[in-house]
């Protein structure tokens, strides 16, 4: 079984540098890879209230009968949960789906500048891991100036911010705000495919010299960088390959190479317009 290296948080501990995400993984399909995938000897899942599969993912969880203990389960505050209040009803939601009673890693789904409520939302989700629920706490799709509000606020940083973030959207600025930071930079969307990476001459001539897939040249990029990966995939095949990431070695030439196809930052979903519920 391939090694997954792992990252360092800010809060303590580790977590796997590649894992599984789920959007779009339902019902006893969803389950069904879920359990698969850690058979195979993931053991990070990311999933989210929004993505409306945390039972799925629970269920998977349980059948595939890998310890709790051994899995890092990432769920994420819906839009629509940030405040007080909600923030708190929505942990113990996902909490009572996934069939848990603690949650590895909570995130801030987006951070939705309309409505003013990321500040709070951070202030109870650091109440609630000092209350056990939640081991880590941490963001997704926070700009830098969003991130220095939450820090503003409380003097916490968040140990993770997940962005969008491949080859294609390199984000340079906004993971070298968090390398400044500690803070980890998670990558959704690794393989680019929104952007059509994988069908890019340059990475598939890489892919050919290492006798690979452009899928794990993308991979592999992104754990060389240090970020955490959760690519998605339905497809048993697929799910395997995607573990093979560190069988690889890129050397200077190809990652200079790799550097010609980011898109810039204007080609990311902005999260300063860009809101989810
Ligand atoms: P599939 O489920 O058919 O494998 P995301 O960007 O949200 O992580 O989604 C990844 C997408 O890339 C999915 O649609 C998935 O489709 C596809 N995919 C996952 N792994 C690979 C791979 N190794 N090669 C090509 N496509 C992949």
Known sequence: MTTIPTVSLSSGGTMPALGLGTSGLQGPEG??????????????????AQYNNETAVGAGLRDSGVARDEVVITSKVAGGSQGREATRTGVNESLRRLGVDYVDLMLI???????GL???????LLDIQSEGLVRTVGVSNFRPE?????????GVWPAVNQIQLSPA????????????????????????TREGLLDQFVLRKIAAKHC?????????????QGYVVIPKSKNADRLRQNLSVTDIELDSEDLSAIATLDLGEDAAWDARTHEEW
Do not use: M
């Open 118 to 124: 990321a500040t709070e939302t951070w202030k109870t």
């Open 109 to 115: 789904h987006w951070p939705n500048p309309s409505r």
């Open 31 to 48: 389950a069904a890879i879920v359990s698969q995938a850690l058979a195979d000897g993931y053991r990070l899942i990311d999933t989210a």
């Open 146 to 154: 969003q991130l220095a509000g939450l820090h503003q606020a409380t």
């Open 212 to 224: 690979t897939t452009p899928a794990t040249v993308a991979l592999h990029w992104g754990i060389l």
């Open 169 to 192: 959207l390199a984000r340079r600025d906004a993971v070298a705000f968090n390398a400044e930071h500690g803070i980890v930079t998670e990558a959704w969307g690794p393989l680019g």
